[in-house]
């Protein structure tokens, strides 16, 4: 049956719970037919009971304005014909067919008993790289005016105009892709099936021109690829080294400011590359650093005829360099410019394993929704990279099966190799002037035996108060039971049918029956009793656990352990040392037999299908990971180093899936300094390198101070002594003369009150998320914040971005957030008035990284406090502070409720490490009264 009606629903309701008494406020139904909206009927119902305020400042809807309105039942007679033969539509059907149902119920009507699509299920389909998949962030990206979200006629009518547009876009697919989507579909909730099957319909009766972009190989529809060669001709290329140089570029870019600390980067960042001496520059916010180091590198790389590495450590800031400075570079210097992104292996699609998953039939919901989405993104990536794309939980546990993982060859990956992802973006880093990369990648480049990266002289590490922490987790180790299970998993006993199974089915192929000296029966045996003795041992590690460590005051249900000499003298150390010497006997038994079974098989790769290699490559690349499992264990359990810290941590709540034992060694600086300092020039670039001035805390961290380097401080070109307050409440007490309830209770206090003061557009930071979250209770609970929306890391839904995009939504809102908040949100101009630090940013004294260090500092007679601790908060403040001000335009308040800023000896420290800033101190009552004749002044 073809469907060209379409009834496009929306409905205000008084809650979320239809079986719980709420009921529908407002209804609006759109009518499509024959891809055109034809008519739209809309009306309010009375709900017999009050609308919740939050409901009416979300909605506009007053009691008052349905007081008169009809009851549902008196409309049911219009309603009904509207839905009679139609396709149901919704942008989240399940909530407002629910309630329809309901409401049609209660009127004694039939329900409504067509198909249905759900639109947010369809564009999670063809726009697989949007951020988010809400009704107004979706209109906003389509290009669709919405004027009043959340009122049902508003709602529906933009809705309807979505289904529109992604109809078009459903017709402009390729009619292969089209086929497969179809036979995906069945698995989707909603009835989008019916939707392809009607377009695949029409489209056959037509001669298909694919666009000039796409191509169809192996039949799946793929963007070609293309890469740019670099430019060759001209070698008369000349740094401007004149400052009227640079401007005659800079101001071709729109909207240019001129910043002399960012030309006076670009001037040291040159000399640095000429002279190969290392440099450290910390430029602060508003600097232009970006475009700072780029303009000179590539300068350099065309003069060099090498590439400048740069390495960040965020998807965001390569992002953002790709898409905004690089592009400035382009349009603006005189000779082609060509930059490339450059992630590990694992960042991209595999195609030739994509396309065989394609001929499986046992999907479930989230993996066929997951290839719908890659079919359409396959049409449109040039980089077969996975952070473009926007993937469900378990979206990703299939992306799992289909990245790429290994570096061997069979039939199949040949068949492949050309429209391989991985290797264009090699062959495009080889030919480009400036490759960005990350911090790991660099750090695995260093590591590896043969380079990952084209060959080159210069690497610009950006973000690098990040890179010492990097370099801890790239040499790091660790044991987890999610990675055990996987491993054993993925191998799988014979009756399991996992690759052990698969294997052989493959010796029996090729080398007949099993005879009984063939190892099938004791692998098999063998496999049974690992899971036990895993299962057993993992359960020994959790008495442990729960034995020995206490819930980290601050972290919630998070808890740590670290693995000392003395640690393992306690009473049940043995018991986990006898489990892991039986998974150790175990795994390596099994590994044995494996590697006799793939030489075997190896003898007759070539008789193989590519399916068949696949498999083969498959149980090697497993055997590699079984085999560094087996070497953490023994380097964990047995073999600790002297210089490294080793610690397990998980969430009492949720062992099993939290558990895991890390090591890092205790200083990276010997690594990085032999590894990259010795070997390349290095240019370390942040807005927060520096300590009270002084750049021998990142130095001694990251071995810079055993060479000869130059160091710059490009202050930031805001001015904050106008633009910025600081407010210490004088009122508050002290951290350590009250108890956590008391002390909770006064921040909640006063933060209640300056919220209302600043009319929400605050940002509390917090050092521990027990206090945050009682805090955020307290204030939730108070009822003194009915019109404000309180947003917090890990209570509210959403990422940290999605949590700032809703905190900039919101004209009274209020953000509360831990660790990540306190660097990489960019919350510019009015959404953000009030910044909030509760505590200054030690590390917890207990967290085993930072009694390592304290104990390395207490050997070589220095205090630990003063050359570890202190300086380690000091950058971390700096970072918070840095989220108030991000343009010249900006006013803001800070308050630091944490007065040891000004009572203790080493406050000093912190306030003379940021930019100039009144600072007074000030009861609640004042502190209220400086917020609101501040705002004032910045309307």
């Not at 209804?27 to 891809?35: D, G, M, Q, R, T």
């Not at 001209?234 to 400052?243: H, L, V």
């Not at 040499?475 to 054993?488: E, H, M, T």
């Not at 996992?498 to 090729?510: T, V």
Request: aromatic letters at 10%.
């Amino acid at each position: 049956m073809t469907y060209s009606r379409f009834v496009v629903t929306d409905l205000e309701t008084t809650g979320h719970a239809a079986k719980g008494g709420d009921r529908i406020i407002q209804a609006s139904f759109v009518i499509v037919e024959n891809k055109q909206i034809i008519e739209q009927y809309t009306t309010l119902f009375n709900p017999k009971r009050q609308i919740p305020a939050f409901i009416e400042e979300l909605t506009g809807i007053r009691n008052n304005m349905v007081q008169e309105a009809p009851l549902f039942r008196e409309e049911a007679s219009k309603i009904l014909p509207l839905l009679k033969g139609a396709v149901f539509v919704a942008h989240n059907v399940p909530f407002d067919l629910h309630f329809l149902q309901a409401e049609l119920e209660e009127a004694g009507c039939l329900p409504f008993s067509g198909p249905s699509i759900d639109t947010v299920e369809l564009a999670r389909m063809l726009y697989p790289t949007l951020d988010s998949y809400k009704l107004n962030d979706l209109a906003v990206s389509l290009g669709v005016h919405h004027d009043r979200p959340h009122r049902a006629d508003s709602d529906a009518y933009v809705t309807a105009e979505l289904l529109l547009k992604m109809m078009e876009k459903l017709n402009g697919l390729p009619l292969v892709t089209l086929e497969k989507m179809e036979q995906l579909a069945v698995h989707l909730k909603s009835d989008i099936y019916l939707l392809l099957q009607a377009v695949i319909a029409e489209k056959q009766h037509h001669i298909e021109h694919l666009p000039e972009s796409v191509e169809v190989y192996r039949g799946l529809a793929l963007r070609k690829k293309t890469i740019q060669k670099k430019y060759q001709e001209n070698k008369g290329y000349t740094y401007p080294s004149r400052q009227e140089e640079k401007l005659d570029l800079l101001t071709q870019i729109p909207h240019y400011e001129q910043r002399d600390s960012q030309l006076k980067m670009m001037d040291q960042v040159y000399r640095s590359m000429e002279t190969n001496t290392h440099l450290a520059v910390e430029a602060g916010t508003g600097t232009g650093k970006s475009l700072g180091y780029l303009l000179p590198a590539v300068y350099r790389s065309k003069m060099s005829d090498r590439p400048v590495v740069v390495s960040t450590h965020t998807i965001i800031l390569q992002q953002q360099l790709m898409h905004k400075e690089i592009g400035q570079l382009k349009a603006i210097l005189p000779f082609p410019v060509l930059a490339a992104v450059l992630k590990g292996r694992s960042h991209y699609i595999d195609l030739y394993k994509f396309h065989q998953s394609l001929k499986e039939t046992n999907d479930n919901y989230d993996y066929a929704l997951a290839k719908i989405q890659i079919l359409t993104w396959l049409l449109e990536t040039e980089t077969g990279d996975a952070d473009e794309l926007n993937l469900s939980s378990g979206g990703w546990l299939f992306w799992n099966e289909v990245k790429q993982d290994g570096a061997y060859m069979n039939k199949g990956r040949k068949a492949w190799l050309e429209k391989d992802f991985y290797a264009l973006a090699k062959k495009r880093a080889e030919e480009a002037d400036i490759v960005i990369i990350n911090h790991s990648l660099l750090l695995a480049d260093l590591m590896a035996k043969s380079s990952l990266l084209p060959h080159y002289s210069h690497v610009i590490i950006d973000e690098a108060h990040h890179f010492e922490k990097a370099a801890r987790e790239r040499l790091g180790r660790s044991l987890d039971a999610a990675d055990f299970k996987y491993l054993v998993a993925k191998a799988g006993t014979y009756q399991q049918e996992g690759l052990f199974y698969q294997c052989e089915q493959l010796h029996e192929k090729y080398s007949g029956p099993p005879n009984e000296e063939s190892g099938r029966s004791l692998i098999d045996r063998l496999l049974h009793e690992l899971m036990l003795e895993g299962e057993e041992w993992f359960g020994t590690w959790q008495s442990f656990f729960e034995r020995y460590t206490k819930k980290r005051s601050g972290n919630g249900h998070r808890r740590q352990l670290r693995l000392t000499e003395d640690t393992r003298q306690l009473p049940y150390w043995k018991h986990i040392e006898y489990g892991a010497e039986r998974i150790d006997e175990a795994m390596s038994r099994i590994c044995a037999g494996l590697k006799r079974r793939l030489e075997s098989l190896s003898a007759h790769r070539e008789q193989m299908s590519a399916a068949e290699q696949m498999k083969l490559d498959e149980l090697r690349e497993l055997l590699e990971e079984w085999e560094a499992f087996i070497q953490n264990i023994e380097q964990l359990i047995f073999r600790p180093e002297e210089d490294e810290v080793i610690w397990m941590e998980g969430d009492s709540r949720s062992f099993t899936n939290t558990f895991i034992i890390k090591s890092h060694p205790v200083s990276p600086a010997d690594l990085i300094r032999q590894k990259l300092l010795d070997c390349k020039h290095v240019i370390f670039t942040s807005a927060t390198l520096t300590v009270n001035q002084s750049f021998r805390f990142f130095a001694e961290q990251t071995g810079l101070n055993e060479m000869v380097y130059d160091k710059v401080i490009l202050p930031s070109p805001f001015d904050y002594e106008r633009n910025c307050r600081m407010i210490i409440p004088s009122d508050v007490p002290e951290i350590k003369g009250a108890t956590q309830e008391e002390y909770i209770e006064a921040l909640a206090n006063h933060l209640t009150a300056t919220a209302d003061a600043a009319e929400g557009r605050m940002l509390v930071l917090f050092t521990a998320y027990d206090m945050m979250r009682k805090t955020y209770d307290l204030m939730k609970d108070s009822g003194l914040l009915e019109e404000y929306v309180l947003l917090a890391q890990g209570i509210s839904n959403g990422s940290r971005n999605r949590l700032a995009r809703n905190f900039k939504r919101f004209d009274k809102a209020i953000l509360f957030g831990t660790n990540s908040f306190w660097e990489g949100i960019d919350i510019p101009g009015e959404d953000l008035s009030c910044l909030v630090i509760v505590r200054l940013p030690f590390s917890p004294p207990d967290d085993p990284y930072t009694q390592a260090k304290h104990e390395q500092y207490a050997k070589q007679g220095k205090s630990a406090f003063t050359a570890y601790s202190l300086p380690q908060a000091v950058l971390r403040f700096k970072q918070g502070v840095g989220r108030l001000i991000r343009s010249s335009q900006d006013r803001g308040i800070i308050i630091v409720f944490d007065r040891r800023i000004q009572m203790s000896a080493y406050g000093r420290t912190f306030l003379d490490s940021i930019p100039g800033i009144p600072v007074r101190e000030a009861t609640l009552g004042e502190t209220v009264s400086i917020i609101e004749n501040w705002l004032q002044l910045c309307e």
